[in-house]
């Protein structure tokens, strides 16, 4: 049953019931809902996980799949949950909590590269009768190294909003929708897409994860949609993330590693490695400490260290604090341009192992660096860049769907574009010598900054400041 209410300035705490709608039942109410693919720690796995309200002792999951118009096999799935006390604080813990029902997840193994896969969601139940979703479809990933062209959109910061206009809790993610639709208009022409953190700003209101990942259903069902995690997913006092806010509502991470999967060791931590063709990208876990000597520290080192260059040349590093350089408002305030010892720690690792790009959230707006490296740009050039790799170029691209962030008036000589709007990048890999990078706006979709890399494998190779392989004047 539905209650319409009308609610104005002068009585918002008295509405003013207008109607109510006769009773609304749901045909299956435990039906498998809102997949989200995500690639697996090898090139050749695609994991499937979705929503459902059926436990492992009503019924076992699965996914029927297999090449389009082919013969369909089903693989099993595992279950998770998680409970009220699983929360760290208020409101997840108390207003805030609703159960999320069960989450599963399967793995689709030994995939042939760039196939067009049909899958269904299944539960076998007990009584012998099976309960599927529609047919939805993904193309598996390239084999590592292997040249075509390949496209991955990266942003953050992306939030929830109602099509319908009506109110919203945390009404301040006005450009969601637009990204959204934007995205899905456009799928045909996207390879995987990297959300890097502040998801649905549920912030202790579990239910707005559902809503959120039924909003962006018609991409992760379609594509990887690989996550980060940010402050508005973990950060809470007392619970070991690296920060001590409440951001998070009490959530400390629970819902974003359990309802998506990322190719993690340990999902509670948020770091990994993935691959796609030509790509190899290293996501770090800025909730968690990503100095010299930590843990993460050494995970980061090793995902760089670990590209193959020759076939894998684009090196990608992402995460959702601003680790390197921004123009925002109130870093400038602080006098840092970034989070406190961010570039501090991560610059050499950046330098020597050569990383093309860094890609930062947290920031509501786009603003893009030159190649720099100890606060210096180390090329003058701004559309095209080409030869050997002597900084990483850094890009802000929080524009996901989160109220704007304001730029300092400060002239931050190293920033070369800066936009106040919504938006998302678009990296384009064409063969192992040459990509396009695009930042286009979420409103119309078109192309309001780009570069173009263009470089061969010895420029990669090739001895810069601070990135050299250890000589010797042996033969």
Known sequence: MRHEYEVTDSCILQPKLISVSKYVTFFNPKAPLYPRLALGKSWDIMTVTWTSGYNIDEAVPFVEWGWKGQEQKRSPAGTLTFHRNSMCGSPARTVGWRDPGFIHTSFLKDLWPNVEYTYKLGHLLSNGSVVMSKQYSFKSPPFPGQESLQRIVIFGDMGKQERDGSNEYADYQHGSLITTDTLINDLDNI????????LPYANGYISQW?????????????????????NHERTWENSGSLYNGLDSGGECGVPAETLYY?????????????????????IADTEHDWREGSEQYKFIEQCFA????????????????????????????????EEPMGREHLQKLWQKYKVDMAFFGHVHNYERVCPIYQNQCVNKETSHYSGVVNGTIHVVVGGGGSHLSQFTSLNTRWSVFKDYDWGFVKLTAFNQSSLLFEYKKSKDGKVYDSFTISRDYKDVLACVHDGCEPTTLAN
């Not at 390879?191 to 502040?198: E, N, Q, R």
């Not at 962006?216 to 996550?227: H, K, L, Q, W």
């Open 191 to 198: 390879d995987a897409v990297f959300l890097i953190g502040d």
């Open 210 to 230: 559902d809503q959120f990942t039924s909003q962006v259903e018609p991409i992760a069902s379609r594509v990887p949609f690989m996550i980060a995690s940010g």
């Open 262 to 282: 990322v190719p993690a060791e340990n999902r509670a931590k948020f770091w990994y490695a993935a691959d796609y063709g030509m790509f190899h990208f290293c």
């Open 306 to 337: 670990s590209a193959n260059r020759h076939k894998q040349p684009w090196l990608i590093f992402a995460a959702h604090r601003v680790l390197g350089y921004s123009s925002n408002d109130w870093y400038a305030k602080e006098g840092s341009f």
